[in-house]
């Protein structure tokens, strides 16, 4: 607990319906269309199949951000990589704490796996988590560059 914060992971299926609210508000902070139901059932999906974990932060009883990490490993280290791929803090409350809480959750959580380190990627013009990611420690990539390749598979 943190100045008002506790970080849970979300263990149970009442546990992901509280954080699929806040999934689909950091789906429409990237521009995607809102979905609750879908966020819902994607994120019940992966605690089936064991594929992510996930971090809540209550400030009390209220939910007010997450953190979702992905299993991966590196070829080069031979070791196994948490992908932190999802960070949201509801807005009403960032600048509060709360990303810095749900960060050094999910670092003791790589670290007590066993893993080599975190990853992560951001929008270049998200500043402000920018900046929390290099206060905790993350040095940004100078050396390798990203490609994504989408395909449409809703046909």
């Given at each position: 607990m943190t100045d008002g914060i506790e970080v849970r992971k979300a263990d149970s299926e009442d546990d992901i319906r509280v954080v699929a609210p806040l999934f689909d508000a950091y789906r429409v902070f990237y521009k995607a269309q809102s979905d609750p139901q879908r966020a819902l059932d994607f994120l019940l999906a992966r605690r089936r199949a064991r594929e992510s974990v996930i971090f809540v932060a209550f400030e009390g009883d209220r939910p007010v951000g997450f953190v979702q990490l992905y299993p991966i490993f590196s070829s080069v280290s031979m070791e196994p990589l948490w992908l932190l791929n999802d960070l949201y803090v509801h807005p009403g409350t960032r600048r509060g704490g709360v990303g810095r809480a749900l960060m050094q959750r999910a670092e003791e959580?790589?670290?007590?796996?066993?893993?080599?380190?975190?990853?992560?990627?951001t929008a270049t013009n998200n500043k402000p988590a920018q900046g929390l990611y290099e206060s905790e420690g993350y040095e940004r990539d100078r050396e390798f560059l990203v490609y994504n390749k989408t395909f449409d598979v809703s046909s």
């Open positions: 959580h790589a670290r007590a796996t066993g893993a080599g380190g975190l990853t992560l990627s």
